[in-house]
C-alpha cells in the first residue's frame, strides 16, 4: 500500500465505517480518481489523521514510495 492508500485506510477506519481488517481490500479496490476524492476529504477533515506528506504525488504518477 502506498501513503496515500495508508492515509484513506486510516481516515475509513477512523470514520467507524470500516474495520482494520476489512479497509485495505476496500481502498485497494478504488479507482485513482476516488482514492484523491477521500484523501482531500481526509486532508481537510478535523478528524485527528496527520498527513504528513499530503502532496497526492503518488496519485498523479510520481509514485515515490512503491514500497511504502
Do not use: H, P, Q
Not at 492515509?7 to 485497494?28: D, E, H, M, Q
Amino acid at each position: 500500500m502506498t501513503n496515500t492508500d495508508k492515509i484513506v485506510a486510516a481516515f475509513l477506519v477512523s470514520l467507524g465505517l470500516f474495520s482494520a481488517a476489512n479497509v485495505t481490500k476496500y481502498v485497494l479496490s478504488l479507482s485513482g480518481n476516488e482514492k484523491e476524492s477521500l484523501f482531500s476529504v481526509a486532508k481537510m477533515s478535523n478528524s485527528n489523521i496527520i498527513v504528513c506528506d499530503g502532496s497526492g504525488d503518488i496519485l498523479r504518477g510520481n509514485n515515490n514510495n512503491k514500497n511504502a
